[in-house]
């Protein structure tokens, strides 16, 4: 809660936790049990079942998000980052050879500045080679209508803007490529929300 502070709206005290995240300019967006006001990540002051003061603690499978501390074991069994068992289609290190040690991970500023040089010498080369002069530049265009309600509500963080500019960018491109038509099925990997194939729907109709 270092970053945060309590800002209670009553008009939407029954649905939305009231705790401001000052970091992303805005409240929590997550929806609060009948008669509370904070959602239970950010109850000031958790009981338990009994009455007893609860903590919320790091979760043991992902540490990016916390449990009660009283229903760590209860948690554990439905946490979305629990371990699962691999499909029989994978493998874990399949492809590590046996006998050779594990990568040591180096931190980019301990790495040498020659070998920094060569690397960037390498790709710049490449460039040259391959790709130079066969890049076409897109004059940049104005945010797309689907998204502009968007890109234009001011709790916007900078991080978020930057990626409906890029959807917006994609979307031009493939309205250019004739590519958004009716009855048709857009298949995202690594979409995360998929909100491109949304809005590809959207001003397909």
Not at 144 to 156: G, K, N, P, V, Y
């Amino acid at each position: 809660m270092n970053d945060c502070e309590i800002n209670i709206s009553p008009q939407s005290i029954q649905q939305q936790c009231q705790y401001f995240v000052v970091r992303k300019k805005r409240r929590c967006r997550m929806t609060v049990r009948p008669g509370r006001i904070f959602c239970g990540e950010h109850e000031p002051d958790p009981k338990t079942e009994d009455g007893q003061k609860d903590y919320r603690i790091p979760c043991p499978n992902d540490p990016k998000h916390t449990c009660y501390a009283s229903k760590l074991q209860k948690h554990l069994l439905v946490c979305n980052a629990r371990p699962r068992p691999l499909p029989p289609y994978l493998k874990l290190n399949v492809n590590v050879p046996a006998n050779e040690e594990p990568l040591k991970q180096i931190i980019l500023n301990q790495v040498p500045k020659e070998t920094v040089a060569q690397v960037i010498n390498k790709i710049n080369k490449l460039y040259e080679k391959y790709l130079m002069n066969t890049v076409e530049t897109i004059e940049e265009q104005e945010i797309h209508e689907t998204i502009l309600a968007d890109f234009q509500d001011a709790s916007r963080t900078e991080s978020s803007l930057r990626h409906l500019r890029q959807a917006s960018s994609l979307l031009r491109a493939a309205e250019r490529a004739m590519l958004v038509r009716p009855d048709t099925c857009y298949v995202e990997l690594g979409a995360g929300k998929g909100s491109c194939a949304i809005s590809y729907i959207i001003i397909s109709y």
